[in-house]
């Protein structure tokens, strides 16, 4: 049963940094053509899709909103996946989701098999 659970969300003023963190459980070697993708939803707005890498190969691939600010990483041997967030605006304010799956559009919510609940990143 694959689990992810973010962490690392917070309150920060306009123009700082935060880390992200999604710890991955239960994945298997037939996973390995798996996807991990951020993704955010603010209030009363749809979830976008912010970052992507793969499990193993390919990626990252950026959202343009968020290109050369957010960087997408992963550490195999702790199994997670972070996303280091820098010049940080009012308008990145959300909840931060991370996802796994073999979706065909990475930006896509449809095709991630697994979510985690979600870590709540405030600017102002």
């Known amino acids: 049963h694959v689990q992810l659970v973010e962490s690392g969300g917070g309150s920060v003023q306009a123009g700082g940094s935060l880390r992200v963190s999604c710890l991955v459980s239960?994945?298997?070697?037939?996973?390995?053509?798996?996807?991990f993708g951020w993704f955010r939803q603010p209030p009363g707005k749809d979830r976008q899709g912010l970052a992507a890498?793969?499990?193993?190969?390919?990626?990252?691939y950026y959202d343009d909103s968020v290109k050369g600010r957010f960087t997408i990483s992963q550490d195999r041997a702790r199994n997670t996946i972070y996303l280091q967030m820098n010049d940080l605006k009012p308008d990145d304010t959300a909840m931060y989701f991370c996802?796994?799956?073999?979706?065909?559009?990475?930006?896509?919510?449809?095709?991630?098999?697994?979510w985690g609940q979600g870590t709540q990143v405030t600017v102002s």
């Open positions: 239960g994945l298997t070697y037939t996973m390995s053509e798996y996807r």
């Open positions: 996802a796994a799956g073999r979706p065909r559009d990475w930006a896509g919510e449809r095709g991630y098999n697994f």
């Open positions: 890498i793969y499990r193993f190969g390919k990626g990252p």
